[in-house]
């Protein structure tokens, strides 16, 4: 029986109450107010209990592809069983940043598994994949250099161009003739960053990495990729994209997480071990903020080295996410071309993504919507994440039900 906690020991705090906020905040209500007139309120949902094939959320259990849970490891009890062993060996809490005496025992035996699994020199994990990236761009390039960064990049890469103080060219998703137009104009720069995703975390697309390669060559360019939807996921030994299509040769810096396929938390960075030994001199978050706790990075252990026991989980996983992107176009439902996990359903408006993900909910299923600022006005979507747990018919039930509920809003 999954674990739940025991909801009734702390009492909730009271839900807003009408009390008025301090004056020097009262400008929230009228914020809050244009963000639920536009749709974009977001929702604060309780889990209870494990997550697998079904997710209870706010007390209503359904079947789970809101989560980046890919390969169903996230309630597996081995990874439980590896962060208990390491919490009474290590105790719980990592106590400082890595710099001073955070990094343990586990997180040194995390970091050499995620050196091997990328058959790269040596990794350096964060607490977060948001600070490995973050923290990494505003390393290695600073005022007086040029990123160029995809349209589609996440929140973390944007972050972090931003704290680079860098001069930064954003190009069109995936446009590489805009990418090369970019960086011929950036010559005169000190040096030059391209960054991207491998796996676009909102439409499931993926970079154009040979291309991107040939460029950051011809541009004498720093390659930096970010993999956080990839790792676990794609090539022979699941790590990455970059191991998939071959190009380990041209990308210089790679990032990825231990929160999504690998099921614990925390981020990394991977690369030649000159690289990652300047990120510990240079990389703010990794000097100033405390390590994860070591129990998280032996589960982290833990689900890398599945990764090499139980292959089948990421072929299974991306043959059903072929077998149901097949279904969507079958029935005449346009799915942005891919391979990935990651299926997007475009539907338009904020407020119509979101009718479409409560229809989806009252039939059974958590397909969370996904609107702006995460995709573009007028671009709203419902994203179905696949994971390694569902079962053939539970994807023809959900490409049958994503089907009618779009006809039916086109047919009124
Ligand atoms: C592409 C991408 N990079 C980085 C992150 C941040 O990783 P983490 O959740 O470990 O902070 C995420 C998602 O959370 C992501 O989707």
């Not at 094939?53 to 390969?71: A, I, K, P």
């Not at 062993?85 to 990592?94: N, S, T, V």
């Not at 796996?199 to 991107?212: C, E, I, Q, R, W």
């Not at 995460?374 to 039900?401: E, F, Q, Y």
Request: with cysteine.
């Amino acid at each position: 029986m999954p674990c739940r906690l025991d909801a009734t020991a702390i009492p909730a705090p009271p839900r807003p109450s009408g009390k008025p906020l301090p004056a020097a905040l009262a400008w929230i209500d009228d914020d809050l107010a244009a963000l639920r007139a536009a749709g974009l309120e977001r929702p604060h949902r309780v889990r209870a209990g494990r997550q697998g094939r079904e997710v209870c959320l706010d007390g209503q259990t359904l079947l789970n592809f809101g989560s980046n849970d890919y390969l169903g490891l996230a309630g597996d009890v081995r990874l439980t069983k590896a962060a208990s062993k390491a919490a009474c060996a290590e105790g719980f809490g990592a106590g400082a940043s890595p710099l001073v005496s955070g990094h343990s025992q586990a997180h040194e035996l995390l970091e050499r598994a995620l050196a091997g699994l990328l058959a790269v020199d040596a990794a350096l994990t964060f607490p977060s994949g948001f600070a490995a990236n973050t923290a990494t761009i505003a390393a290695l390039v600073g005022p007086d250099d040029f990123l160029a960064s995809d349209a589609r990049n996440h929140a973390s890469i944007i972050d972090g161009c931003r704290l680079s103080r860098g001069r930064v060219g954003i190009y069109p998703h995936r446009d590489m003739a805009a990418l090369d137009t970019l960086l011929s104009q950036a010559h005169s720069s000190r040096r030059r960053l391209i960054v991207t995703d491998t796996v676009f975390s909102m439409d499931g697309t993926v970079a154009p990495l040979a291309d991107l390669c040939e460029l950051a060559r011809k541009h004498r360019a720093i390659l930096m990729v970010d993999e956080a939807h990839a790792t676990g996921v794609f090539g022979v030994r699941g790590s990455g994209l970059v191991e998939e299509t071959g190009c380990a040769d041209g990308v210089h810096v790679r990032v990825g997480t231990l929160s999504k396929a690998l099921a614990a938390a925390g981020g990394f960075v991977a690369g030649h071990a000159d690289m990652i030994h300047w990120l510990r001199h240079a990389a703010r978050a990794w000097i100033f903020s405390t390590a994860h706790p070591p129990a998280v990075a032996a589960a982290a252990t833990c689900a890398i080295t599945l990764l090499s026991q139980e292959p089948y989980r990421r072929q299974e996983l991306l043959a059903r996410a072929a077998g149901f992107r097949e279904l969507l176009s079958q029935s005449g439902l346009g799915v942005a071309g891919a391979t990935t996990q990651i299926v997007p359903i475009v539907v338009g408006a904020a407020e119509a993504a979101v009718a479409v993900a409560t229809q989806l909910a009252e039939a059974g299923f958590f397909v969370p919507a996904i609107r702006p600022p995460s995709v573009p006005a007028g671009k709203s979507l419902v994203r179905v994440s696949l994971s390694w747990h569902h079962t053939a018919d539970d994807l023809d039930r959900l490409a049958s039900t994503i089907t009618s509920i779009l006809r039916d809003r086109a047919d009124t």
